[in-house]
């Protein structure tokens, strides 16, 4: 909250301004979302953070009322959920809404992740910003995992079975970890237990998170297209009306698409094994996880050891959270990078690899693909960044973001 | 803000090309091909075919039902088919429930519309012990808990194939014996449930003549609907909250261009 904006607001209505006057919520919102001054140049990218947000309420509301009626017992989990599908009024609604919401929020999040690295938002003096979104990331991924074993399907017991043993594989303190997690010695009981009451809390942490995070973007403001800071205030507009409007579009878009899922397709993004009830006698033919975890699955089993293969995977978020030093270039977007920008669509392409590798069985030709994507992640991340930034000639900036966008409107 | 649209509408295009990729990939993994009907439930206004369900239920009561139990519907829930009170109460009437009486001893007393379908065996160890060792699944989710849903429970009920109608190879590949029942759909294709259904298995109510196909079929869309009874309600929610977001969209689209006019 560097910047001043002028004399703070006055606010004519008396509960208002009494208010103001002892707890200034109202001029924080006045200044944070109103006049907070935004670069003019946003593409649609920008909308998802916005999104993002309205998915994290939606989760955490229809949680709550599917918590309500779900009960954490092995012998009733499975249940309780097709009752609250069938015999709940409109719990069917709040069960695909959630059940797809899980989904959208990582579409939401991966298109935010990759619209901050094309656009360079995690450079100085973003990076705990980024770090914080990381962190995000994280916990996201935790809690739809566990989320996932709470119905106590086929591919519920298993997917926790095969994830929890994987600390199995940390020297010396491996099983005791494992038998932590478990609450026993299998995934049993008390491990849905505790799922059920870390996967109620984790949201919350998130939405902590989320506050820092938004704390620390308006420091300094957002990043832009262009990747070049606003000179004045010709470059920005005020965030309300300007980006209220162009977010809740972006959201209404975004939840027709969602929209059209949740009504048309609920089960298209499940697994069909998820209606069997869990079996510890039986195993699937092949354990999948969700969409969302394919790549980092194919890069667990990519590598031949173990505990190999959960350092890589891990890894391969680690890297996310030093890439603010991993990138040598000075310039921010890849606008104004001409080969780094083409190695993004590649990086892409080759977590899209490594999903379609994570989704199917660990044979044939598969295996050698996903070591091959595997090792170019790591790549582009290690290897390609700190060298890039310094051999790459960037394309001249332009003088201002005004300057660039009448430029556009001219041209 | 064209090229920034581009660019959005080409990572979007990507995104799904994975998405469908990934789903492409999964289905590759089931090589069978499964025969496709035209179902009446199918797409974004399908609904249920009640005659057809109703037929579906005689048959699952009638044959299916002496393996398979379908724990998670209750008899009440038939009245969703288009059935009233009366007409389900005179279906269930000779269906006999275990229960206790008032002196804690067990007993059997005619079916009511809370009860849940009875089950066949007392527990799943007893169900497997009369099944050579494989206990028959319960039915109630059965159409969304198999990859292909519907064409796939249709496809397993006529697709068996009697022993001498199979080629050496399938016999010598499988591993076939005499005893086995060889079915095309079923994955590894030896089946611990022999065929279920033949032309004529039952007597149709509404005088519909029973094929095999036809009993297939009929049961088939029973098990769907049972899989999923408030598909309609979804369908239509559906429609009105899309329209509903399409009317918002447009009028968000409309209050951005006028709030930006002056920027661009
Ligand atoms: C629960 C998930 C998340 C929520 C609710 C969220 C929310 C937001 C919001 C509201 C903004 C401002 C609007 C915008 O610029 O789009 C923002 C900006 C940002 N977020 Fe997130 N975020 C989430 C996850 C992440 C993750 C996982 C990362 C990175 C790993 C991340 C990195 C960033 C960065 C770098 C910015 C500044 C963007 C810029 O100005 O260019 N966020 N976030």
């Not at chain 2, 527990?123 to 009369?130: D, E, G, R, S, Y």
Request: charged letters at 15%; hydrophobic letters at 45%.
């Amino acid at each position: 909250m560097a910047s001043s904006h002028g004399t703070p607001p006055v606010f004519n209505n008396k509960v208002i301004a009494w208010i103001d006057h002892r707890l200034p919520i109202f001029s924080y919102l006045e200044k944070e979302y109103h006049t907070f001054p935004t670069p003019r140049n946003f593409n649609y990218f920008w909308n998802f953070g916005a999104i993002a947000t309205v998915m994290l309420v939606l989760m955490i509301a229809t949680g709550v009322v599917l918590a309500t009626n779900y009960q954490p017992n092995v012998l009733m989990a499975f249940d309780s959920v097709e009752r609250i599908d069938r015999d709940v009024p409109q719990g069917w609604l709040i069960r695909d809404l959630h059940m797809n919401g899980a989904s959208f929020f990582f579409i939401a999040v991966y298109i935010h992740i990759f619209r901050g690295m094309y656009y360079g938002s995690y450079k100085a003096p973003r990076e705990l910003l980024w770090i914080l979104g990381v962190v995000i990331f994280l916990l996201l991924m935790a809690t739809a995992f566990m989320g996932y074993v709470l119905p106590w399907g086929q591919m519920s017991f298993w997917g926790a079975t095969v994830i929890t043993n994987l600390f199995s594989a940390i020297p010396v303190v491996g099983q005791s970890v494992v038998d932590w997690l478990w609450g026993g010695f299998a995934v049993e009981n008390p491990t849905l237990n505790r799922f059920f009451a870390f996967h109620y809390l984790l949201p919350f942490i998130i939405v902590a998170v989320v506050a820092l995070h938004v704390v620390a973007l308006h420091v300094h403001g957002s990043n832009n297209p262009l990747g070049i800071d606003p000179k004045g205030p010709q470059d920005t507009v005020p965030f309300h009306p300007y980006y209220t409007m162009k977010d809740g579009f972006g959201v209404m878009i975004f939840l027709i698409i969602y929209a059209g899922f949740v009504f048309f397709a609920p089960d298209y993004l499940g697994h069909p094994d998820n209606y069997i009830p869990a079996n510890p006698l039986v195993t699937p033919d092949h354990i999948v996880p969700e969409w969302y975890f394919l790549p980092f699955y194919a890069i667990l089993r990519a590598i031949p050891d173990k505990l190999g293969g959960v350092l890589a995977m891990f890894g391969a978020i680690g890297v996310l959270f030093v890439l603010p030093w991993l990138d040598t270039s000075r310039v921010r977007s890849c606008t104004f990078r001409p080969i780094y920008k083409w190695f993004m669509y590649l990086l892409v392409i080759d977590v899209v690899i490594l999903g379609i590798c994570g989704a199917n069985p660990p044979e044939g030709w598969y295996v050698p693909l996903a070591q091959l994507a595997t090792l170019y992640y790591f790549f582009h991340f290690l290897i390609l960044l700190p060298i890039l930034g310094k051999i790459e000639r960037p394309l001249p900036l332009p003088p201002s973001i005004a300057d660039a966008v009448l430029k556009q409107k001219a041209g | 803000m064209r090229k920034s649209m581009k660019r959005l509408l080409v990572s979007g295009a990507l995104a799904l090309a994975s998405l469908s990729a990934g789903a492409a990939a999964i289905a590759a993994g089931g090589e069978i091909k499964l025969p496709s009907k035209q179902w009446h439930f199918q797409g974004p206004f399908g609904t249920y075919d009640r005659s057809a369900a109703q037929r579906g239920y005689q048959v699952y009561q009638e044959v299916c039902a002496a393996c398979h139990s379908m724990s998670l519907m209750y008899y009440r829930n038939l009245m969703a088919l288009g059935l009233t009170e009366g007409q389900v109460k005179s279906l269930i009437k000779d269906i006999q429930v275990p229960d206790l009486n008032d002196d804690g001893q067990p007993i059997e007393r005619p079916a009511k519309l809370s009860d849940r379908f009875k089950s066949p065996f007392p527990n799943a160890l007893a169900a497997a012990a009369a099944n050579n060792g494989k206990a028959p699944p319960d039915l109630s989710v059965i159409a969304k808990a198999r990859a292909g849903g519907p064409d796939y429970l249709y496809g397993l009920l006529i697709g068996y194939v009697p022993y001498d109608k199979l080629t050496p190879q399938q016999i010598k590949e499988f591993d076939v014996s005499k005893d086995d029942n060889f079915n095309k759909y079923f994955p590894g294709h030896k089946i611990g449930m022999a065929p279920p259904l033949a032309d004529d298995k039952v007597t149709y109510a509404d005088g519909t003549k029973a094929t095999l196909d036809q009993e297939a079929s009929d049961v088939t869309q029973f098990l769907a609907w049972a899989a999923e009874p408030h598909m309609e309600a979804r369908k239509r929610t559906g429609v009105r909250v899309i329209l509903f977001l399409l009317a918002l969209a447009g009028l968000m689209y409309a209050v951005k261009r006028s709030v930006w006019a002056d920027k661009h």
